[in-house]
């Protein structure tokens, strides 16, 4: 493992692009690896230990096998499910999981309504709890959970007419109350469009992405393992298909 060596990102699936555009952007003379585990997706309506098992698979490819010197574990589900066992695991490596934005929330919006948009494993995992006991101070946080979004970025159908009736459907009532809405998990962001349609302009839209690509940069710098370049991008999906490879790079240029 030297400098050159990869910085794994790896996701359920293709919603970990999110967090792959931002440390490109900010680490540019890196050699990036993108695992997505789009044959197992979505993580999120499984059972902790599931979610628990094919992290540390991924992990073990990407750490042992590809000997990664670093994994950002670009999925909010697996982060909550397993990321403290990973660093268990391999004390030696670099090991950064995305958490919701959820101190950002607060911070900019004191006393405001939050909403945390997750999967149900996120929404139940004591992570999070955590998070909300330790930021959420005077804010009025609601839970929002809304299944089929990870469905339609899955199936490249994030800008659509059915994402944005779905958005509808899950955001309509919110209309006018919210301040900020937490995107935690990371396919979310690919439907921001149909967010800000439904809810407003005035409504701040977060995510954990460019949080994650700051504390991997920092952490590698600290180790002195920052790359000179020329930077890459290897992409695999355990689908095995083709067009979810193409899915990756096409949403790696979407705004
Ligand atoms: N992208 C994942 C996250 O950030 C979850 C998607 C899924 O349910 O597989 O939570």
């Not at 670009?74 to 499910?81: E, G, I, K, L, P």
């Not at 009532?173 to 809405?181: C, E, I, M, N």
């Amino acid at each position: 493992m030297d400098k050159t060596s990869y910085i794994a990102v790896f996701d359920s699936g293709v919603g970990g692009v999110s967090v792959l555009r931002e440390l490109m952007a900010l680490m540019p003379n890196e050699n990036f690896y993108y695992f997505g585990d789009s044959a197992n997706a979505p993580y999120g309506l499984k059972t902790t230990n599931q979610v628990w098992s094919l992290t540390v698979s991924a992990a073990r490819k990407l750490l042992d096998g590809l000997d990664a010197k670093a994994l950002v574990v670009a999925c909010n589900t697996a982060t909550a499910a397993a990321v403290q066992d990973l660093r268990s695991i391999w004390p030696e490596k670099i090991i950064i999981g995305i958490e919701p934005a959820l101190k950002l929330a607060c911070d900019r919006h004191p006393g405001g309504t939050i909403g945390i948009m997750a999967t149900e494993v996120t929404l139940r995992e004591k992570k999070l709890a955590a998070l909300l006991a330790r930021y959420s101070r005077d804010c009025t946080v609601m839970r929002l959970h809304s299944p089929g979004i990870v469905e339609l970025v899955e199936a490249g159908k994030a800008d659509s007419p059915e994402a944005l009736e779905l958005m509808e459907e899950e955001l309509g009532h919110l209309r006018g109350k919210l301040d900020a809405l937490v995107l935690g998990c990371t396919h979310y962001p690919f439907m921001r469009k149909a967010m800000e349609t439904v809810l407003g302009d005035s409504v701040d839209i977060l995510d954990g992405g460019p949080g994650t690509a700051r504390e991997t940069k920092r952490r590698l710098e600290q180790a002195g393992l920052l790359n000179d370049g020329p930077g890459s991008l290897t992409v695999e999906n355990s689908s095995g298909q083709h067009e979810k490879v193409e899915l990756t790079l096409r949403l790696l240029n979407t705004e």
